[in-house]
């Protein structure tokens, strides 16, 4: 072969790189699928029951329904946080933040998961951090709920300390694990999309890899940084530095342990217009419970005159309708009601506000769907200034840790048959392998505990996590 007939070094490089990109391509699809068919499998199943009346509690399949569909709705906002970041159209928003809450609600909301493994989950706060900040909260409880949760996922045993300092209105916050430490090789690998290191044990790990690439990308937007030291066999320590000014004036922060019961001084009238008759049933059932009045309209046009002749207070107006969308639907509507009356945009296409810039001239805010009913909530609240009924919520049960000491071999099978059920979805496979291994091993009544309760909570990803702890 001549000179002239070798291939050409830059298409050769070209042709790698894009075998490359459509390997991980691929290894992205089978993560994702894999990903979304467990919960719907179980949200499917668990239809089914309820459909042939089984006997099954309402609340009970309620409750695992709406946690398989959140598991669904976080990979999805996942996949469009990259999208947004990717396209440049993401938007930061300047909220006030009850910093203190929101730290003790993400470790409150892993404190189980890491219970179940053994793990001590701590919370150290530099009494200088404020009680309220000014930043983007939903982007900030994004990056600490990552950080918390890989930090639980890859540390079998041991600890997760985060611990914030706060000087100067910069917070330090540090997410420190006695987990299995990342290669120094892999340090800059694992914020890469789809890309976990080159560690066998962390490729065992269920997820995609998008957490800690959306972190690093979210932690730059808002100003700060996101620095990983590690020691393979150790641990690690993610370091997260963003600044967090204090208000001027503080106002009320979230009230915690409470329910929202209603609210104070004359109704108020809502009116959602969604071509959808089950978004519209919902709605009505939920802000109706609260004392709202809630009127419906199935598309554009009715709800232009049923807000002639009722006169909202505010309007959930969806986006995509037939006949005329709702972009000019709320166009009609601030024509004809002017500032007063509270306009919020509800889809399920996030990428809707941004096709139309900051979206102000004719609605006040926008949701996406599926719509979070206490998120919603606080939304109205604020547009109409409303002043809330609380009633106190009892906080729940501590949880347990697993315990750590071996079992019969006899309990080995068992367990494989509660694992395999688990990791297709099948929550009554479960619960019934669960029962097996109850009966034939009676030493294993402690694990047993721990198992139902992760069951119950339908926390299939600790669950499974606790059995390979136990089996190893």
């Known amino acids: ?157 041991g600890s997760v300390a985060v611990t914030v300092g706060y000087r100067s209105q910069v917070a330090d916050i540090t997410v420190r694990d006695t987990g299995i430490g990342i290669a120094a090789a892999d340090l800059e690998r694992i914020f890469a999309p789809f890309d976990r290191g080159s560690s066998a044990e962390a490729q065992r790990q269920p997820g995609i890899g998008l957490g800690l690439a959306i972190t690093r990308v979210l932690a730059s937007i808002l100003g700060g940084d996101i620095a990983v030291t590690s020691t393979p066999g150790a641990g690690s320590a993610f370091r997260f530095r963003v600044m967090l000014p204090a208000p001027v004036f503080a106002g009320r922060g979230a009230t915690q342990g409470v329910a929202i019961t ?22 009505g059932t939920l802000l109706g419970a609260l004392g709202f009045v809630v009127e419906t309209a199935a598309d554009g046009h009715d709800g232009l005159a049923l807000a002639g002749r009722i006169a909202p207070d505010i309007v959930l107006l969806d ?25 919020v945009m509800v889809s399920a296409d996030a990428h809707e506000v941004d096709a139309r810039g900051d979206g102000r001239d004719a609605h006040d805010a926008f949701v996406t769907k ?49 694992r395999a059920r688990a990791e297709v979805g099948h929550v009554r496979g479960v619960e019934q392998a669960i029962d097996a291994l109850d009966r034939a091993v009676p030493a294993a009544a402690p694990l047993v505990a721990t198992l139902r309760r992760q069951l119950a909570d339908f926390d299939l990803r600790s669950l499974l996590t606790t059995i390979d702890d136990a089996a190893s």
């Open 1 to 157: 072969m001549t000179a002239a007939d070798a291939p050409d070094p830059a298409l050769v490089a070209e042709l790698d790189r894009a075998k490359a990109a459509n390997e991980a391509k691929t290894r992205y699809l089978v993560a994702v699928s894999h990903e979304i068919r467990s919960p719907l499998n179980v949200i499917y199943g668990y239809a089914q029951l309820l459909e042939r009346d089984s006997g099954i509690s309402g609340a009970e399949a309620g409750t695992i329904i709406r946690r398989s569909a959140e598991h669904v709705t976080n990979l999805v906002e996942g996949l469009l946080e990259i999208s947004r970041i990717e396209s440049g159209v993401l938007t930061i928003r300047t909220d006030l933040v009850d910093i203190r809450g929101l730290l003790q609600q993400v470790i409150d909301m892993f404190r189980m998961q890491a219970a179940a493994k053994g793990l001590a989950l701590t919370l150290a706060i530099d009494p200088r951090l404020p009680d309220q900040v000014k930043a983007d909260e939903k982007r900030l409880r994004q990056i600490l709920i990552n950080l918390v949760a890989n930090a639980i996922k890859y540390t079998p045993a």
């Open 370 to 418: 599926p719509v979070e009913f206490n998120a919603l909530v606080a939304l109205i609240g604020a547009q109409l200034d409303l002043r809330w009924e609380e009633a106190a919520v009892a906080p729940p049960p501590p949880a347990q840790a697993a315990p750590s000491g071996p079992l019969p071999r006899a309990a080995g099978p068992l367990l494989d048959a509660v």
């Open 262 to 283: 209603g609210y104070q001084g004359p109704r108020r009238t809502v009116l959602a217009i969604d071509d959808d008759p089950a978004q519209r049933a919902i709605l």
């Open 319 to 343: 986006i995509q309708m037939p006949g005329i969308s709702g972009w000019e639907v709320a166009a009609r509507l601030r024509a004809d009601h002017g500032d007063a009356l509270r306009i």
